[in-house]
């Protein structure tokens, strides 16, 4: 079974998809161990929102369009180390105090490392969606991913504040994880962003590298089913 990815000329349906029903099964089966003696399940609940979306989205979009296994998988990826931040608290996360007990760091930097995470893992498959979905140019769906992540983060950190203010302020410390920085929303966006132009600038490498005959050509089909 071919593995796909934004230069594949065709997409594999889901039911003869074996690599996307493995990854399936195993991001579902991690996403519900989160919730096993979850630290905040109220916390929990709010950070997952985005992720019940997300999912809703790109269940109701699949047959308009389908990414490629690539993209699914980053996209799993990002999706299972914020339901993993969640699971604790994000400022609390025992990864993240692993790493600033071993390398004396002020704060719990593990939402630092998802937010780099969602810019880096998730402009590529937007990438993929403006090149082959919205048929913009080449260098057009280089831009659009950066200018994706860098309105998300920002939505985000609004979504955030929305959610403390009128509905759930006794949540304010966990959801947010300010850990004490009035500045973490606009360094939480800057390092969404830094992750998004890294991705960008992996993809610009490896094209430049690329023979002229491995470089992207059309789908097939718009609606992304494998002939």
């Known amino acids: 079974m071919p593995f796909t990815t934004t230069s594949s000329p065709d997409r594999i349906e889901f039911s003869r ?43 109701w979009s699949y047959r308009r369009y389908k990414f490629s296994d690539l993209s699914y ?24 105090t692993w790493l600033q007990h071993t390398f004396g760091f002020a704060r719990n930097n593990y939402d630092r490392i998802v937010h780099f995470g969602f810019g880096f893992l998730i402009a590529y498959p937007m990438r993929e ?50 850990q004490g920085d009035e500045w973490d929303p606009q360094k939480d966006m800057v390092i969404a962003l830094v992750g998004a132009l890294a991705l960008v600038a992996v993809i610009g490498t490896v094209k430049s590298l690329a023979p002229a005959k491995q470089q992207s050509t059309p789908l097939s089909s718009r609606t992304g089913v494998a002939r």
């Open 17 to 59: 998809n074996r690599f996307l029903q493995v990854a399936t099964v195993l991001f579902v089966a991690f996403w519900s161990w989160t919730l096993i003696d979850v630290a905040d399940p109220t916390d929990w609940t709010l950070e997952n929102l985005p992720v019940f979306l997300l999912v809703i989205n790109l269940l």
């Open 129 to 178: 969606a403006f090149l082959w979905w919205f048929r913009f140019s080449s260098r057009v769906s280089l831009l659009m991913p950066v200018v994706f992540v860098l309105a998300a983060a920002a939505l985000y950190e609004v979504f955030e504040w929305v959610l403390v203010t009128f509905f759930f302020p006794e949540q304010g410390s966990n959801f947010l994880g300010l």
């Open 73 to 96: 998988l980053v996209m799993y990826l990002f999706l299972a180390m914020h339901v993993y931040g969640a699971k604790e608290i994000y400022a609390n996360n025992g990864f993240g």
